[in-house]
């Protein structure tokens, strides 16, 4: 749920988070948004177009569309949270 989401990111050191754009009904924003707030980057999963929806917030967050396979979540994981250079 969102509220565990908002509880775990504030309790616990989060170095990256999947973050999927419906948990159990609710919209994600909340929590991308303690994120982003906190600079810990993340990876939206969703099988919705967000760029119609109405948060305009995460219009340029990095998403990965479902269905997905597992070689293109390492691929989005790995150009999200490893470091280049």
């Known amino acids: 749920t969102v509220e565990k989401a908002l509880a775990l990111i504030g309790e616990a050191?989060?170095?990256g988070a999947l973050l999927d754009m419906n948990l159990r009904g609710e919209h994600v924003?909340?929590?991308a948004e303690k994120l982003m707030a906190r600079n810990v980057p993340f990876l939206l999963v969703t099988g919705y177009d967000i760029r119609s929806g109405n948060a305009p917030a995460l219009n340029d967050a990095p998403r990965l569309s479902k269905p997905f396979s597992l070689q293109s979540l390492s691929a989005a994981m790995t150009d999200r949270f490893v470091p280049h250079g």
């Open 13 to 15: 050191e989060v170095d």
């Open 29 to 31: 924003l909340p929590a």
